[in-house]
Each structure stands twice: as C-alpha cells, then as structure tokens.
C-alpha cells in the first residue's frame, strides 16, 4: 500500500546527489555557511549536498526556483531574512514564502558588519558619520540587491545616519567584497561570515557591529547603537526550505542531518570564530522557522513601507 511504498523510499533515501540552492553568489556568506554544513552533511547522508548558486534579483530568483522545482527530497533552499522582506520589497513576487514550501529548520544567525575600503578617510564611526555628511553626493556603499540583508542593513543605516548614498547593486557580498577590497566602493554592511577574516587581515575598516551587545569575535568594536544610532540591530538569521510536497521523510532525514552538522565540534568552531551562532534547539524544526517566518514578515512589513524602497 501508500504507507509501505512510502517506508520503503524513505529507507532508500537519498540515493543521489542533493541540491542546495543558494541564492547569492559564490564566496559570500550564505555561500560560506552553505557549503560548510553541506560537506558536513555529506558524510551523514551519504550523498552529496551539492550547492547550486541562483543568484538574482535579491535571492528571490533562487527562491522562485525552489517553489517550482520538482518536490522529491533533491532541492533544498537556504534562504535568509530576505524570506520575510520580499513580498513587501516585490509587489509582483511570484511566489508565496508563506505557503509555497515545505520549512525545514532554522540554522544559523549571524551579526552584521559596518565595513569600509582600507583608504577610506575616517577612521572611525564618528568621523565616518562627519564624512558621509560632507560627502553625501559622492560616497556609496555596496550591496546585493532588494531582499539582502546587506541591502536591508543599509535602508536602516542610511535612516539612522540622516544620510543619503549612492548604492552600488552585485549579485553578492562576494562580489561586493571583492569591490571594496580593490577599493571601488567605499562602505558595505556585510555579515562576520564574509568580513571577519579581511578585517582580521586588515584589509578592510570596522567602524561597528549590528548586534545589541559586542561580539566575542570582535570585543574591541563597539555596536552601533554604543556609538550613537540608537536601538540599531541587524541579525541575518537563516532557514531551510524545500518545494511544497516534499514527502515528509525527506525533510525529516535532511533536518536530521542539518542538526548533527550544528553539532559537529569542527562545523561549530570554524562557525564561531566567524560569529556566527547556532539557534536553539526548538528553532532547528520545521515548525521553528515556520512561525519565525511569519513574525519576521509582520515585523519588516512597516519598517520597508517606512523606508519606501520597492522593485516591480
Ligand atoms: C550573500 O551571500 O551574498 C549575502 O547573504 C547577500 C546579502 O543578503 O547581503
């Protein structure tokens, strides 16, 4: 019967490769958390989590894919706050995030940057702020597009500076790491997953970080609200998604996976010393990034109407 043929796919499952979608490019920091904890999972599952870039548009490209490819346990999405922000940013959003997938499990949040080009004049937040007053009409600061954080991290900046910029759009912070490393745009608001090794470097400024207290990887950067923009907080936190009507045991044995991977002595260090930090158990379940979606989006949902950035 139903039930049995159901045991039995279960039992075999995976017996191919598994796609992870990333909806940003490679070398940025969903990349980097993707491809971690893909090679951890690899060696549960027993098969490959081979992680596809789709990048576009904000990552809503990557999510557009996921709603529609086959649901047979083989396409995964790992997606961020961009989840939540997107059906206010994109009034024709082609797809649902609230009903169009299955929801796996959280995984990991991760604090934000504010960073800037090695030869950028200021040399700290209060100089920078002195900087960006006088230079509004010149200085830029880069980003990956309607519906990344980096992008959603700036709207917020720009509103608690009192100061309009230039934004420069890429397809990643990978890219638009590479573009503030080779000094071609001067600020990026980016996470520690992609900025803490160039920063360790010195090869970047740090003028704050975006979490409400200062960071165990970073003690001596004060956050940003210290430094005068009050109540300031930007946490990039992730989930895992799959098409709708994914059977059930394969979201089950990839949420499986994905936690052991968390656990991973060697997963959990090379994450923390890039700052981020695994959730608590209760989010790492389906039901703990289904009701964390829903709160984000009715929390973001005045805040971008606020802020009055929309895409068609
Ligand atoms: C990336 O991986 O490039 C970032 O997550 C993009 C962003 O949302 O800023």
Redesign the pocket.
Same mark, same amino acid.
């Given at each position: 019967g139903l039930a049995l043929s159901c045991a039995a796919w279960a039992q075999g499952y995976p017996t191919k490769a598994i796609t992870l979608v990333? $909806?940003? #490019?490679a070398g940025? $920091? @969903? *990349?980097v958390v993707a491809r971690t904890l893909g090679a951890a999972m690899t060696k549960t599952l027993g098969q490959s989590v081979i992680v596809e870039n789709k990048t576009g548009a904000?990552?809503t490209i990557a999510a557009a894919y996921t709603a529609r490819a086959n649901p047979d346990g083989y396409t995964f999405l790992i997606h961020?706050n961009?989840m939540a922000t997107a059906p206010v940013l994109y009034r024709k959003l082609n797809y649902k995030p609230l009903s169009d997938f299955e929801y796996v499990s959280q995984v990991i949040d991760v604090p934000m940057t504010l960073v800037g080009r090695k030869d950028l004049p200021a040399k700290d937040f209060k100089e920078l702020m002195a900087y960006a007053k006088a230079n509004s009409d010149k200085i830029n600061l880069a980003? #990956?597009g309607l519906? #990344?954080? /980096?992008?959603?991290?700036g709207v917020l900046l720009r509103q608690a500076m009192g100061v309009s910029m230039t934004t420069v759009p890429y =397809?990643? @912070?990978?890219p #638009?790491m590479n573009a503030l490393l080779a000094g071609q745009v001067d600020l990026l608001c *980016? =996470?520690t997953t /992609?900025t803490t090794p160039h920063i360790k470097a010195g090869s970047i400024k740090l003028y704050g970080v975006t979490t409400a207290s200062r960071l165990k990887t970073l003690p001596d950067t004060p956050t940003l609200a210290e430094q005068g923009l009050k109540d300031f907080q930007v946490v990039?936190w992730h989930g895992i998604y799959a098409p709708k009507g994914t059977p059930k045991e394969a979201v089950d044995k990839f949420g499986a996976a994905l936690k052991t991977a968390l656990k991973d002595p060697v997963v959990v260090q090379r994450l923390a010393e890039l700052g981020a930090i695994v959730p608590s158990d209760a989010k790492l379940t389906p039901a703990g990034l289904q009701t964390w979606l829903q709160q984000e989006t009715a929390r973001y949902e005045p805040v971008i109407k606020a802020a009055g950035q929309f895409a068609d």
């Open positions: 990333v $909806p940003f #490019a940025g $920091p @969903t *990349d904000g990552g961020h961009g980003h #990956a519906g #990344a954080v /980096s992008h959603l991290c =397809q990643g @912070t990978g #638009a *980016d =996470q /992609s990039v």
